[in-house]
């Protein structure tokens, strides 16, 4: 199965989208599932999907 997310805020912006795109990421990854998130907005590459500033 693969898996298309589009959303106007992804990490680092701190929102409730982005807080609950980084829990999904963190599941889809964990169920081996093939998934891709795509935004308007370019995150900074040191970051992970979920920082632990949350």
Excluded: C, H, Q, W
């Excluded at 795509?38 to 995150?43: A, E, L, T, W």
């Amino acid at each position: 199965m693969k898996i298309v997310y589009f959303s106007e805020t992804l990490p680092p912006i701190r929102d409730g989208v982005s807080r609950t795109l980084s829990y999904l990421g963190e599941t889809l990854y964990r169920e081996n599932i093939d998934f891709r998130f795509y935004s308007p907005v370019i995150p900074d590459g040191a970051l992970l999907l979920r920082d632990g500033e949350y």
